[in-house]
């Protein structure tokens, strides 16, 4: 099934989401659109700002680098020319982590996923306009050439590559990171499952589908999570 | 009442769930997006909601900054004034409305309000787009009646959030039941005397005769908004509250 | 600038006249605290996270170890550091990068409390004299704001101090070994006392003090006087920076109603713990740990 999430956590945040993984678990906060710098304000779209914040410590070039890739993947899913010159601002939280040590590069790019998916429900929360729905997935190459989406840790560590890519509901590709030992054979297996999983992750559920594959991929997850949400909202003109 | 279809982000509306077109035009609220020719396309997840009478469809979502459109009722607050406007905030963070200094019913250069920094008022949005700074009015600009709007003295201020804030002004049908399912005003109506004013920015005004009884008919808004009472519910929670004030 | 938005006239001369009935916004008697709510997550082997809610105001303290070389003129004890920078998450009015003054005073008085006043003992971090020791690391982490920052982050700080486990050290003369988490049973922090942060804001030329402000209180009030003291009365410090003068008899009255306070959130922070031990109690193993005997 899809990772643990919880809508609106946050009071004082237009829109806000907690996601948890079997590795990390992301609070994600958002505000917008809201006035914007001079400096950084854009005259015909909206400025996006990431800020990821480590639980502990304070973030360094690495934290830069993952808020430059989430910042692009999120240009392409935000209507930024629907609110020029204004500011979206994204505040990712990382709560808890992977205990085991895991090489470098493995371990930034397996947060990637958990953080793209946490703005994406954040931004949902908010009611900033999209273009698409996103959806971001992890997989792990083993040694052996065995492909597993979402791996548990002891996997991670001891992967041959480890890649993150997000696709739309229409199957673009957003995010494209790996990291490791591989070739283009490899990756081209490797984005086929993830664009499966993650049209899977949003498709419009049908009681074969989900008889007929009961795996732990097909399970339409952020489709129920964000159609579970919408109901609610509208929950009080049920009753009168 | 039919489960109505839920739209994620980036979805193409089905034709099967638009409206006829009334004299050829569609209206699209907020919530959707148009692609010519004839794609409508949803930007965030929400319930379809369709007015086959006034040929509109949009989608209702509930969280989510207020967006200033013509026409809306408005709760601002004075920031500052400037040589010919006040400079007022209808949301925190976002950049000021002007407020025209002569934009009241019956105000010239020798007679006109004088608002300080801190000061509500009852405002129309009259002009709103992407491009431009939001312009407010405390009179209607047609008739140069005040219609209600104009500085708000004493009372408390409340924040709920938008969408319970258009229901709250959504009426009521031709059998006088509530549109948006608030009862709470009307019920507390029967026992407490209070004046009321209603922002489609989230901001709800209310002035009553003791702190007690403000407080009383201020908590229920927010109360029927936060946890999402139905009518039943909030019938319930104004008795309670009544038997105490 | 972001600008942080004051409150309306309306609002302000509202709560006043309230306050002046006895009223707050809430309900709430004025010295009583909105509904707390601490937890401490993470998985079973994941120690040092603490989740103070506070009515609507949330923070996360988050305690962190690893091993450096000592201070050269502090040979003997270990190094403790408190980071707390505040992020746009809560509040739009802070930007990042740049410190607000929220964020200084919230640092200072931290630092004041916890660390100048001894709570964590440095001196049982100490691993080789002058060579190695522990480097104690807390991340404040502030997500929601409705008031009160400082007893919050101050009770989440503890809490998380009073959670965490640090590595086991084994000397041999010369070689230090430091055992992973996997290996050996990690060794709590060695704590001399708990102090807490009782904030008073008062009103209305000194007249009226309330504790836990909401947002909204606190940016109406006059001013505010912050009293860090542990449940055995002992002050550790005393803060009142800046804001309308009040009455030397009324700074007595504080410090003698926050200590009924320190008081409850000492036993609540007690409470949360032997709870989240049970929790994490792997089948009793830690009575088959404990080195006593039964009487």
Same mark, same amino acid.
């Given at each position: 099934?899809?990772?643990?999430?919880?809508?609106?956590?946050?009071?004082?945040?237009?829109?806000?989401? @907690?996601?948890?993984?079997?590795?990390?678990?992301?609070?994600?906060?958002?505000?917008?659109?809201?006035?914007?710098?001079?400096?950084?304000?854009?005259?015909?779209?909206?400025?996006?700002?990431?800020?990821?914040?480590?639980?502990?410590?304070?973030?360094?070039?690495?934290?830069?680098?993952?808020?430059?890739?989430?910042?692009?993947?999120?240009?392409?899913?935000?209507?930024?020319?629907?609110?020029?010159? @204004?500011?979206?601002?994204? @505040?990712?939280?990382?709560?808890?982590?992977?205990?085991?040590?895991?090489?470098?590069? @493995?371990?930034?790019?397996?947060?990637?996923?958990?953080?793209?998916?946490?703005?994406?429900?954040?931004?949902?929360?908010?009611?900033?306009?999209?273009?698409?729905?996103?959806?971001?997935?992890?997989?792990?190459?083993?040694?052996?050439?065995?492909?597993?989406?979402?791996?548990?840790?002891?996997?991670?560590?001891?992967?041959?590559?480890?890649?993150?890519?997000?696709?739309?509901?229409?199957?673009?590709?957003?995010?494209?990171?790996?990291?490791?030992?591989?070739?283009?054979?490899?990756?081209?297996?490797?984005?086929?499952?993830?664009?499966?999983?993650?049209?899977?992750?949003?498709?419009?559920?049908?009681?074969?589908?989900?008889?007929?594959?009961?795996?732990?991929?097909?399970?339409?997850?952020?489709?129920?999570?964000?159609?579970?949400?919408?109901?609610?909202?509208?929950?009080?003109?049920?009753?009168? | 009442?039919?489960?109505?279809?839920?739209?994620?982000?980036?979805?193409?509306?089905?034709?099967?769930?638009?409206?006829?077109?009334?004299?050829?035009?569609?209206?699209?609220?907020?919530?959707?997006?148009?692609?010519?020719?004839?794609?409508?396309?949803?930007?965030?997840?929400?319930?379809?909601?369709?007015?086959?009478?006034?040929?509109?469809?949009?989608?209702?979502?509930?969280?989510?900054?207020?967006?200033?459109?013509?026409?809306?009722?408005?709760?601002?607050?004075?920031?500052?004034?400037?040589?010919?406007?006040?400079?007022?905030?209808?949301?925190?963070?976002?950049?000021?409305?002007?407020?025209?200094?002569?934009?009241?019913?019956?105000?010239?250069?020798?007679?006109?309000?004088?608002?300080?920094?801190?000061?509500?008022?009852?405002?129309?949005?009259?002009?709103?787009?992407?491009?431009?700074?939001?312009?407010?009015?405390?009179?209607?600009?047609?008739?140069?009646?005040?219609?209600?709007?104009?500085?708000?003295?004493?009372?408390?201020?409340?924040?709920?959030?938008?969408?319970?804030?258009?229901?709250?002004?959504?009426?009521?049908?031709?059998?006088?039941?509530?549109?948006?399912?608030?009862?709470?005003?009307?019920?507390?109506?029967?026992?407490?005397?209070?004046?009321?004013?209603?922002?489609?920015?989230?901001?709800?005004?209310?002035?009553?005769?003791?702190?007690?009884?403000?407080?009383?008919?201020?908590?229920?808004?927010?109360?029927?908004?936060?946890?999402?009472?139905?009518?039943?519910?909030?019938?319930?929670?104004?008795?309670?509250?009544?038997?105490?004030? | 600038? %972001?600008?942080?938005?004051? %409150?309306?006239?309306?609002?302000?001369?509202?709560?006043?006249?309230?306050?002046?009935?006895?009223?707050?916004?809430?309900?709430?008697?004025?010295?009583?605290?909105?509904?707390?709510?601490?937890?401490?997550?993470?998985?079973?082997?994941?120690?040092?996270?603490?989740?103070?809610?506070?009515?609507?105001?949330?923070?996360?303290?988050?305690? *962190?170890?690893?091993?450096?070389?000592?201070?050269?003129?502090?040979?003997?004890?270990?190094?403790?550091?408190?980071?707390?920078?505040? *992020?746009?998450?809560?509040?739009?009015?802070?930007?990042?990068?740049?410190?607000?003054?929220?964020?200084? !005073?919230? *640092?200072?008085?931290?630092?004041?409390?916890?660390?100048?006043?001894? /709570?964590?003992?440095?001196?049982?971090?100490?691993?080789?004299?002058?060579?190695?020791?522990?480097?104690?690391?807390?991340?404040?982490?502030?997500?929601?704001?409705?008031?009160?920052?400082?007893?919050?982050?101050?009770?989440?700080?503890?809490?998380?101090?009073?959670?965490?486990?640090? %590595?086991?050290?084994?000397?041999?003369?010369?070689?230090?070994?430091?055992?992973?988490?996997?290996?050996?049973?990690?060794?709590?922090?060695?704590?001399?006392?708990?102090?807490?942060?009782?904030?008073?804001?008062?009103?209305?030329?000194?007249?009226?003090?309330?504790?836990?402000?909401?947002?909204?209180?606190? /940016?109406?009030?006059?001013?505010?006087?912050?009293?860090?003291?542990?449940?055995?009365?002992?002050?550790?410090?005393?803060?009142?920076?800046?804001? /309308? %003068?009040?009455?030397?008899?009324?700074?007595?009255?504080?410090?003698? /109603?926050?200590?009924?306070?320190?008081?409850?959130?000492?036993?609540?922070?007690?409470?949360? !713990?032997?709870?989240?031990?049970?929790?994490?109690?792997?089948?009793?193993?830690?009575?088959?740990?404990?080195?006593?005997?039964?009487?």
């Amino acid at each position: 099934m899809g990772p643990d999430i919880s809508h609106h956590p946050l009071a004082g945040a237009d829109g806000s989401a @907690t996601i948890s993984s079997n590795l990390y678990s992301v609070l994600a906060a958002v505000n917008g659109p809201i006035e914007v710098q001079r400096r950084d304000e854009l005259p015909e779209e909206a400025a996006i700002e990431v800020n990821i914040r480590p639980a502990s410590g304070v973030g360094g070039p690495r934290e830069r680098w993952l808020e430059s890739v989430v910042t692009a993947v999120l240009r392409s899913v935000l209507l930024v020319h629907m609110h020029p010159r @204004t500011l979206i601002q994204v @505040t990712l939280q990382l709560t808890t982590g992977p205990t085991l040590k895991l090489k470098n590069a @493995t371990r930034d790019i397996s947060v990637l996923p958990s953080l793209v998916n946490a703005a994406f429900l954040a931004l949902v929360d908010g009611g900033l306009p999209l273009q698409s729905t996103v959806t971001a997935v992890l997989l792990a190459v083993s040694g052996e050439e065995v492909i597993s989406i979402d791996p548990a840790e002891k996997e991670l560590a001891g992967c041959k590559s480890v890649h993150a890519l997000a696709y739309t509901q229409h199957g673009d590709l957003l995010l494209n990171e790996s990291a490791g030992n591989f070739n283009l054979e490899v990756w081209e297996e490797v984005a086929d499952r993830a664009e499966k999983a993650c049209v899977a992750a949003v498709a419009l559920a049908s009681e074969d589908d989900e008889m007929a594959n009961g795996t732990a991929e097909a399970a339409p997850w952020l489709r129920r999570e964000l159609e579970e949400k919408a109901r609610d909202a509208v929950a009080w003109r049920d009753h009168t | 009442m039919a489960t109505s279809t839920i739209l994620l982000p980036g979805e193409v509306v089905p034709t099967d769930q638009l409206p006829k077109l009334k004299k050829g035009t569609l209206t699209l609220g907020p919530g959707l997006r148009h692609i010519p020719p004839s794609t409508i396309l949803s930007t965030t997840a929400g319930a379809l909601h369709v007015d086959h009478k006034k040929s509109a469809l949009w989608l209702e979502h509930s969280n989510g900054r207020y967006q200033p459109a013509g026409g809306d009722l408005v709760i601002a607050q004075v920031h500052h004034g400037g040589a010919e406007s006040y400079s007022c905030s209808l949301t925190p963070y976002t950049p000021f409305a002007s407020l025209g200094q002569l934009a009241f019913e019956g105000a010239n250069k020798k007679t006109r309000p004088q608002l300080k920094a801190g000061d509500l008022v009852y405002a129309r949005v009259s002009k709103a787009s992407k491009w431009d700074d939001t312009e407010i009015e405390c009179f209607n600009s047609g008739t140069g009646k005040a219609e209600g709007m104009g500085p708000l003295k004493g009372g408390m201020l409340f924040q709920v959030s938008p969408l319970f804030a258009r229901r709250l002004m959504m009426g009521t049908d031709k059998d006088g039941t509530s549109k948006g399912g608030v009862v709470v005003l009307e019920e507390v109506g029967e026992k407490v005397k209070f004046e009321v004013a209603v922002g489609r920015n989230g901001r709800v005004w209310v002035d009553s005769g003791s702190v007690r009884e403000t407080l009383a008919v201020g908590k229920l808004l927010v109360q029927a908004d936060e946890q999402g009472l139905n009518v039943e519910a909030q019938r319930k929670a104004v008795k309670k509250v009544l038997k105490d004030v | 600038m %972001p600008h942080q938005p004051a %409150p309306s006239t309306n609002e302000q001369a509202f709560l006043l006249s309230a306050l002046r009935e006895n009223i707050r916004l809430d309900a709430r008697p004025l010295d009583a605290y909105r509904p707390i709510d601490l937890s401490f997550p993470g998985g079973p082997d994941e120690y040092g996270t603490a989740d103070v809610r506070i009515g609507k105001t949330r923070v996360l303290a988050k305690i *962190s170890a690893e091993v450096v070389a000592p201070y050269a003129d502090r040979k003997f004890e270990g190094v403790f550091t408190i980071a707390c920078e505040l *992020s746009p998450m809560a509040s739009a009015a802070w930007e990042v990068g740049r410190q607000d003054q929220a964020e200084i !005073l919230l *640092s200072r008085l931290l630092e004041k409390t916890i660390r100048r006043s001894g /709570a964590l003992d440095t001196e049982s971090l100490c691993i080789v004299a002058g060579a190695k020791c522990f480097h104690i690391r807390a991340d404040i982490h502030v997500l929601d704001h409705d008031g009160n920052l400082v007893d919050a982050a101050c009770l989440a700080l503890i809490a998380a101090l009073l959670h965490f486990r640090r %590595p086991d050290v084994e000397i041999h003369g010369e070689e230090v070994t430091v055992f992973p988490l996997r290996e050996r049973e990690p060794v709590k922090l060695s704590m001399q006392h708990q102090p807490f942060c009782i904030t008073t804001s008062y009103f209305d030329g000194g007249l009226i003090m309330l504790q836990d402000a909401t947002r909204l209180e606190e /940016a109406c009030r006059e001013g505010e006087v912050v009293v860090s003291m542990n449940r055995f009365g002992e002050v550790c410090s005393m803060a009142k920076y800046g804001g /309308a %003068p009040v009455d030397g008899l009324g700074l007595l009255a504080c410090t003698k /109603a926050a200590l009924e306070k320190v008081k409850m959130l000492d036993r609540l922070v007690r409470e949360r !713990l032997a709870e989240d031990e049970k929790r994490r109690d792997k089948g009793g193993l830690m009575k088959e740990l404990r080195a006593e005997n039964e009487r």
